[in-house]
């Protein structure tokens, strides 16, 4: 889910939650070197009591990072002089005991930079994942196009015979009705487009992918 679609999930779920990740994503849009310290101090301001409201903060901050790689540096260095400001909660996690075998339930506490760091973790695994899943989609749609494309050409082909051996009076008379091998010239024409038009797409959303991972190995770099 996008990220408007997120705070727009928060809005309806949590209301005072939704308000807190509008004021997160306003400061967020005006930041720049020019007003940093300023901005910087209104994020402190902004009450977090919930870690929630924290791991919002950091999806937010991470986007922005990717979406204007020009201010990498500077996200990375809010990101190191807000982490120590802001609060942590305490979270419980169960974890098989190497020696035993026996389960035992670690308390460990959640602070903004390990929220971060999964979130930088996360990035990495799910693009990682679509990338691949593409690039085996693509090769089975393209073992798919090939016979389809050769029974197009065969079938053109046969019918092209036929029309040669026609009278010239009867294709006159049927000039104006579409010929199978037309008709499938024309079918043949609009896979083709259809067929373009997905890899456009296709090469369209790897480019944004891996811009996106560049994006978060810059911003990795600068942290």
Known sequence: MELAGQIGLLQAEDPEEGKKQKTFTRILNKLTPNNYERLKLQILAVPIKQQRTLEGLVIQVF???????????????LCKEIH?????FPSTMTVDDPATGAQRTLQKNVDFRRLLLNKCQWEF???NVAM??????????????????????RTAAGEGGKLEEE???EISATAATASP???AAQQGASAKAQAEAAKVARQQLEARRRARALGTMQFIGNL
């Not at 120590?84 to 942590?88: A, E, I, K, M």
């Open 84 to 88: 120590p400001l802001l609060p942590t």
């Open 132 to 153: 691949k899943e593409d690039a085996e989609k693509e090769g089975v749609a393209a073992k798919e196009r090939a016979p389809a494309s050769e029974d197009g050409k």
């Open 181 to 183: 091998a037309t008709t």
């Open 63 to 77: 986007d922005q990072a990717l979406m204007k790689t020009t201010f990498s540096e500077m996200y990375a260095n």
């Open 167 to 169: 009278e010239e009076a």
């Open 125 to 127: 695994a799910d693009g």
